[in-house]
């Protein structure tokens, strides 16, 4: 199996800031690697996939990047509407996996 | 629009079975591959399983492996989740997604529905 670890697990930053998120898998995924933002009490949506393809109606604030084991999440100019817990999901394989998330704060 | 509405959570004693269902519409699941994932109460996603777009092929997370079952009607643009033998570490929101036609990015997710399991 492939393991997934995010870091940090926390992340205090204020509007207008530029953070970076990364993801490290335990073996090579290539770009098959997507963002999920979570906000409490909701259902996670997808941002980003293959690494760092932007899905329909997502900022350009958020930007994704890396290739094989190491991947980063940037948001720029940090919004109120951004403080949210981030998850990596690793799809090479079919039993996929995820980030221990993390939060935004 | 993709929409995913799940149902059949509730609360169950350890021990016992409940069966999830995901209604889809906007979308044949019959060429998407279909995931559940669950979310303990504070804690993080968690991949439960997955089914291949014709159904033929199943995969489970090894801590259910033997205990829930994946399956789906296509003409119903239903997903089910078969769970058996619960126990309190099962307590979850299970939320189902969709997939692409060959992978388990997960592109649509459903809102979720809560599974507790407690005597």
């Known amino acids: 199996d492939i393991q997934m670890t995010q870091s940090p697990s926390t992340l205090s930053a204020v509007v207008g800031d530029r953070v970076t998120i990364t993801c490290r898998a335990s073996?090579?995924?290539?770009?098959?690697l997507a963002w999920h933002q979570q906000k409490p009490g909701k259902a996670p949506k997808v941002l980003i996939s293959e690494a760092s393809r932007l899905r329909s109606g997502v900022s350009s604030r958020f930007s994704g990047g890396g290739s094989g084991t190491e991947f980063t999440l940037t948001i720029s100019n940090l919004q109120p509407d951004d403080f949210a817990t981030y998850y990596c999901q690793q799809y090479k394989t079919f039993s996929t996996s995820f980030g221990q998330g993390t939060k935004l704060e | 629009e993709v929409q995913l509405l799940e149902s059949g959570g509730g609360l169950i004693q350890p021990g016992g079975s409940l069966r999830l269902s995901c209604a889809v519409s906007g979308a044949t699941i019959t060429s998407s591959v279909m995931s559940w994932v669950r979310q303990p109460p504070g804690r993080g996603l968690e991949w439960v399983s997955s089914i291949s777009g014709t159904g033929t092929r199943t995969y489970y997370a090894d801590s259910v492996k033997g205990r829930l079952t994946i399956s789906k009607d296509g003409s119903k643009s239903t997903l089910f989740l078969h769970m058996d033998r619960l126990r309190a570490d099962d307590t979850a929101v299970y939320y189902c997604?969709?997939?692409?036609?060959?992978?388990?990015?997960?592109?649509?997710w459903g809102q979720g529905t809560l599974v507790t399991v407690s005597s």
């Open positions: 073996h090579s995924i290539d770009t098959w």
């Open positions: 997604g969709k997939g692409t036609a060959a992978s388990t990015l997960i592109t649509a």
